[in-house]
């Protein structure tokens, strides 16, 4: 079975990811918050995703990579991280939504539409994401976890209600690694 990820929100409210556009709807308080990481991005949350004719705003993302492999590599090369509570979606709770596939690698960004059957979970860590995580640790800075990694973009929310959660904990990296090893064989 393939699946895709999403960190649970520290604020999760109710039993659904929600797109932006939604959450301003149902809790604008959260919103705020969540609305100011856009902040130092040029279009942030307007900018249109032609293929769903959506914008950025209208999906919520997720991640074709298990957090818990990126955040292990990310710690093992000497960047700080946390425990994480992350939710382990299967591909078929997309069924009968629109989605697409986000990449986007040296700035060129490019938006597949993609369905359940197409769809295809990624085991390997992108060159420019591990260089990613090389340079935030000599310039001192915390990584973006997710930098390089291609990414599901959903036009609509997901109930999350029956989905598997799972934990990462950096001080478990060798259960992590032991992991990691039974994924990939």
């Known amino acids: 079975m393939e699946f895709v990820y999403h960190l649970k929100p520290a604020k999760l409210k109710g039993k659904s990811l929600l797109p932006l556009s939604k959450l301003e709807e149902k809790y604008p308080e959260l919103h705020k918050q969540e609305v100011a990481k856009y902040s130092d991005r040029s279009e942030g949350p307007e900018k249109p995703i032609k293929c769903l004719n959506v914008k950025w705003k209208d999906v919520v993302n997720l991640s074709t990579i298990n957090p818990i492999l990126l955040l292990s590599v990310a710690e093992l090369i000497g960047n700080e991280t946390h425990p994480a509570v992350i939710f382990r979606i299967p591909i078929s709770k997309l069924k009968n939504k629109p989605f697409c596939l986000f990449t986007d690698f040296d700035g060129k960004e490019k938006y597949e539409p993609m369905t359940v059957k197409e769809y295809r979970e990624c085991h390997e860590i992108p060159a420019a994401t591990i260089q990613h995580y090389l340079e935030s640790k000599e310039e ?34 060798f259960a992590l690694a032991s992991m990691f090893v039974s994924l990939t064989t």
Not at 142 to 151: D, R, S
Not at 152 to 171: C, F, G, Q, T, W
Request: aromatic letters at 6%.
């Open 140 to 173: 001192g800075e915390q990584p973006l976890v997710f930098e390089g990694v291609p990414h599901i973009l959903v036009a609509d929310e997901i109930d999350i209600s029956d989905v598997e959660v799972i934990r990462y904990n950096p001080k478990n990296l």
